[in-house]
């Protein structure tokens, strides 16, 4: 199995930046699409953002376009969340998706086949 590692959150202020990382383990990373997502307390888990295989393509939810940015390294097995002007509404704990296939929409929690435990990210004001 694929096994994912998200890490880098933590508290912060609004305004503040932050950079997530996710290690995956494995020799395959390349053949995966690589995703983002977040759940807020009480809400539905939520697109980010996401990456293709080569990193040439590039996806965001429109909350987050211009703010966060992703990214990869295939040969560090790491995809990355650099994550700008951070508001109180990214308030979630954020998890790192991988998806062998693409099956529809990228943006689909369902599109993916292994995800990693999440990094909590908290935004005061």
């Known amino acids: 199995q694929v096994q994912l590692v998200e890490s880098g959150g933590g508290l912060v202020q609004t305004g503040d930046s932050l950079r997530l990382s996710c290690v995956a383990s494995?020799?395959?990373?390349?053949?995966?699409?690589m995703g983002w997502f977040r759940q807020a307390p009480g809400k539905e888990r939520e697109f980010v953002a996401a990456i293709s295989r080569s990193g040439g393509n590039s996806y965001y939810a429109d909350s987050v376009k211009g703010r966060f940015t992703i990214s990869r390294e295939n040969a560090k097995n790491t995809v990355y969340l650099q994550m700008n002007s951070l508001e109180r509404e990214d308030t979630a704990v954020y998890y790192c998706a991988a998806a062998l296939l693409i099956r529809g929409s990228t943006t689909n929690t369902r599109a993916y086949d292994y995800w990693g435990q999440g990094t909590q990210v908290t935004v005061s004001s």
């Open positions: 494995g020799r395959t990373f390349s053949n995966y699409l």
